[in-house]
């Protein structure tokens, strides 16, 4: 019997959730995990973020406490997951790297 490896790796792509940003928040992206990144775009308010995966950076306060977790959202793109309701402190996705 042949495995269909389409399957595995469509079911690894929709295996990625995503999670809502702090209420009321326009939330900066910033090109690495820090606040000395510059900022490449803005979130709207009410957006939701995938999490591809989670590096340590700038410590950053923010709605859902302080955090140094910094949540990659897409090639070059970061966020505070001090701003990301994760429903964790820690690390809900895999390292960056």
């Known amino acids: 019997m042949s495995v ?3 399957a595995e ?3 690894a792509a929709a295996s990625v959730r995503t999670y ?3 209420p009321g928040v326009a939330l900066n992206v910033r ?3 820090g606040t000395g990144y510059g900022v490449v775009r803005t979130l709207a308010p009410g957006s939701r973020v995938p999490i591809y995966c ?3 950076g700038t410590s950053v306060s923010g709605p859902y406490g302080t955090s ?3 949540d990659n959202i ?5 966020v505070s997951d001090a701003y990301v309701l994760t429903g964790s402190d820690g690390y809900v996705a895999a390292r960056c790297g």
């Open 68 to 70: 140094s977790i910094w």
């Open 74 to 78: 897409g090639s070059g793109e970061y």
């Open 9 to 11: 790796t469509q079911a």
């Open 54 to 56: 989670q590096t340590p």
């Open 20 to 22: 809502a940003i702090a």
């Open 4 to 6: 269909d490896h389409s």
């Open 31 to 33: 090109s690495g995990p």
